[in-house]
T-cell receptor, first 114, second 114 residues
Framework: EAGVAQSPRYKIIEKRQSVAFWCNPI?????LYWYQQILGQGPKLLIQ????????DSQLPKDRFSAERLKGVDSTLKIQPAKLEDSAVYLC????????????FGPGTRLTVT | QQQVKQSPQSLIVQKGGISIINCAYE??????FPWYQQFPGKGPALLIA?????SEKKEGRFTISFNKSAKQFSLHIMDSQPGDSATYFC?????????????FGAGTRLAVHP
């Protein structure tokens, strides 16, 4: 079974530029999560989708971050404009349901904002 | 209320020794407590998880001990091996209702020396 795919793996941008990350979850997984992991910290949930609907986006900085999940499969996370403090690894995860099902994480995208 | 506090920040253990990582939570509504293992450049992967109706769960060399009254849980790695060297995250969530928002601890970097 293929795992969660993310691209790009690395991205360097200047502050105030925009950036987009892509995630392809495990086939058949209804729930998709985007996490932000700042160096030296645990992952923090930004947004959770159930199929193509948003379940929780309470910690998503909506003035600059946006996310969508097209047709309940792939998802993109966008930052516009980026700030220095957005430098982090952005992790995508998926699970078959929304309960205590295992969340499978992708390798992440390391974003550096200069 | 939503925090999960993890200690120690880093841990050095000799091969064959026991590694112990501790976590404490505040929200008594949490009912799912997983541990994740993360290697450099990879996403976190589920190691073992426990629900609060049991006080201990063992899988191979990995054991979770859970103390509901103290609101604490810990990971014990028996016979620690160099291949166990990684960052370990505890997490907690309230999964009833089919909603699994994981709150992660800050992580423990484990180094097992040969």
């Amino acid at each position: 079974e293929a795992g969660v795919a993310q691209s790009p793996r690395y991205k360097i941008i200047e502050k105030r530029q925009s950036v987009a990350f892509w995630c392809n979850p495990i086939s058949g997984h209804a729930t998709l999560y985007w996490y932000q992991q700042i160096l030296g910290q645990g992952p923090k949930l930004l947004i959770q989708f159930q199929n193509n609907g948003v379940v929780d986006d309470s910690q998503l900085p909506k003035d600059r971050f946006s996310a969508e999940r097209l047709k309940g499969v792939d998802s993109t996370l966008k930052i516009q404009p980026a700030k220095l403090e957005d430098s982090a690894v952005y992790l995508c995860a998926s699970s078959s349901g929304g309960g205590p099902d295992e969340q499978y994480f992708g390798p992440g995208t390391r974003l550096t904002v200069t | 209320q939503q925090q999960v506090k993890q200690s120690p920040q880093s841990l050095i253990v000799q091969k064959g020794g026991i590694s112990i990582i501790n976590c404490a939570y505040e929200n008594t509504a949490f009912d799912y407590f997983p541990w994740y293992q993360q290697f450099p450049g990879k996403g976190p992967a589920l190691l073992i998880a426990i629900r609060p109706d049991v006080s201990e769960k063992k899988e191979g060399r990995f054991t979770i001990s859970f103390n509901k009254s103290a609101k604490q849980f810990s990971l014990h790695i028996m016979d620690s091996q160099p291949g166990d060297s990684a960052t370990y995250f505890c997490a907690a969530s309230k999964v009833s209702g089919g909603y699994n928002k994981l709150i992660f601890g800050a992580g423990t970097r484990l180094a097992v020396h040969p």
